[in-house]
């Protein structure tokens, strides 16, 4: 049998209203390899009973589903009316208009852990101090295999993001891990590399990697959003605009969001206001995401050209892809970069930094940048602005050339290889 750690899904969803970057990943990723093998089973952590327990992959992909149904913006408006109508003493007794408490996502019984099994752990291994710990202690007791998916290592190679502290933890956990694995997943070759550099350098046992390359974004397979006119299965869209250029990304500091605002301000000195399409920013707030947002709102002349939108639904996700002029990715340090892939798997061009992993993701099908060359990008992005002929020459031929990767392709790449970790005794 092959256990899959599924609980930083669990955790992720409790209070977010859907799973996005890692957790998204792990997610179709488990879902992928129990469709093609029925001798894998998603288990997770359950604290009040301190073991790992089975968990339900229908349960998670109801839970998601769920998620996507959100009410129109006047059907919010109408609700939060009702609720101003009840008196305040009344409406706090009740806890009316607070914010919903975390879901609580119920899991079954312990998990039937043998002798010879696999442990995988496809997840975010730093999100609780004390997993690692977990996973130790289930892997030795029952005398398991364990595999681990490293999708980068960028708090230890781009340590002046975080702090100390933050980066000194994720390091020991990683040596930890990568200790007791018998099996190392990663996402990249560019990952690949590093996780050999990152053993080698702590005196670490080089165990074998595999790398998969991840699939393509499972909400394509969402309703007809562009044929119904709507987002978000029937509601209003957000954000309204017809004439826009999108970044799907975390505002974090190493997705460089604040190379793109000088950008946008001389292309609104050289086309005009209203010639200067909007620049939609798509995702939760990240690692030092107030630096960014402080310097746009000091821009007065950036205001109402450049939107936040940090909740936004797959089928709304969609909505936008679909209608973008093109999208925009200038991230400084990658494991792989699933907004890139996400832009080809929809037909739209990426400019986006030119660094190794995201090489791996576009080839010659992504429009690259220096991450720190701002004319050169400024250049780029005008010409796709002003020459509707030439984006659509680009779009052409990633019509023609780009193939999405279909999961199930990436489960069996990991079921082959851990099955001859079973046999590796």
Known sequence: MTWIDVTDVIDFLQTAPSVTGIQRATLDLTAAICSVSGNCRPCAYCEEDAVFKTASLEELLVCTARAQSTPSRFKRRIAKTAVSLVPKKLRNKLGLGRKLMPRKIPIGSTADFHRGDVFFFPGAFWQNPNHVHRIRKAVFVNDMKFALMVHDLIPVNHSSWFSQELTSSWSEKLKELLRMVDHVFVNSQFTANEVRSFASDNDVPIRPITTVRLGDPTFLQAPNTARLGKASGGADPQYGGVNFVLMVS???????????????????????????????????????SHEFLSLLAESAELKGKIIVLNRVRDQELAWYYQRALFTVFPSLAEGWGFPVAESLSFGKVCVSSEIDSIREVGGDLVSYVAANDVGSAYKLI??????????????????????????????????????NTKTAR
């Open 250 to 288: 975390s505002i974090d500091i190493r997705k460089n969001q604040t190379f793109l605002l000088p950008i946008w301000s001389r292309l609104i000195r050289e086309l005009g206001r209203e010639a200067t399409p909007d620049l939609l920013l798509i995702g939760k707030n990240g690692h030092r």
């Open 382 to 419: 005008k010409g796709l602005i002003v020459n509707p002929a030439e984006r659509a020459r680009l779009e052409s031929l990633i019509a023609n050339r780009y193939q999405p990767t279909q999961w199930a392709t990436a489960a069996n790449v990991i079921l082959g290889a851990l099955s």
